[in-house]
C-alpha cells in the first residue's frame, strides 16, 4: 500500500474514532436530549462503525481473524434510516414515531440476526459455514449491497422533499424570516 492510500485509510479511521466519541457524547449529555439528537447520534455511530468495517477488510483483518467481519457489519441499512428520522425530529421536534415507522428497523434488524448467526456459526467451527459459503455470500455481499443501495435511494428523495416542503412552508408563513435556510442539512 502507497503513503496516500495508507493516509487517507489513517484519516478515516481517525474519523471513525472521532464519530464514535461523539455519538456517545450526544446521547449521553442531558444538555443534547432531543430526539433529533439521539437520531443524529445513532447515525454518527453507525457510519463511524460502518467506515471501521471497510478499514478492517482493507487491512486485512477480515481474512486474520474472520470473526471481526460478523462483528463489524455494514451498518448500510440502519444509515439511511436514523438519518430520516434525524431531519424529521429536527424539522418538527413534537414528531411521534408510529408504528409503521417502526418497521422501516426491520430490515436492519434482519441483517443484525443474519451476522450474529454467522458469528455463531463461526465461533463454533460449524461446517455449515462451508457448505452455504456460496449462499451466505450471496446473502452478505451482493444482496446487501443492492437491497441497501435500493434504500438509500428510496430514503434520499424523501429527506431532500422533506427539507424542500420544510423550507417553502417556512418562507410562505413567516416573511420576517425568509432569509432563513436549513439548506445545510
Known amino acids: 500500500m ?11 479511521m481517525m474519523g471513525s474514532l472521532q464519530g464514535i466519541f461523539l ?13 433529533s ?9 453507525a457510519f463511524s462503525l460502518s467506515n471501521l468495517h471497510y478499514v478492517a477488510h482493507i487491512f486485512g483483518l477480515v481474512k486474520q481473524y474472520s470473526w471481526i467481519n460478523y462483528l463489524t457489519f455494514p451498518w448500510t441499512f440502519l444509515i439511511p434510516i436514523v438519518f430520516y428520522f434525524f431531519t424529521k425530529y429536527l424539522l418538527n421536534p413534537n414528531y411521534q414515531l ?12 434482519a ?17 455449515l459455514l462451508a457448505t452455504y459459503k456460496d449462499l451466505i455470500f450471496l446473502l452478505d455481499i ?18 431532500y422533499k422533506m427539507i424542500h416542503n420544510y423550507e417553502v412552508n417556512l ?7 425568509s432569509q432563513s435556510s436549513i439548506q445545510w442539512l
Open 2 to 12: 502507497d503513503l496516500l492510500i495508507k493516509t487517507v485509510i489513517l484519516v478515516i
Open 23 to 35: 455519538s456517545f457524547i450526544l446521547a449521553s449529555k442531558n444538555q443534547f436530549k432531543r430526539k
Open 37 to 45: 439528537n439521539i437520531y443524529l447520534a445513532i447515525f454518527i455511530l
Open 98 to 109: 408510529t408504528k409503521a415507522n417502526k418497521w422501516l428497523f426491520l430490515p436492519f434488524a
Open 111 to 127: 441483517q443484525g440476526i443474519f451476522h450474529i448467526a454467522l458469528f455463531f456459526l463461526d465461533f463454533f467451527d460449524s461446517p
Open 142 to 159: 451482493k444482496l446487501e449491497t443492492v437491497f441497501s443501495l435500493l434504500i438509500n435511494l428510496l430514503f434520499i428523495p424523501l429527506i
Open 171 to 177: 418562507k410562505d408563513n413567516y416573511s420576517e424570516i
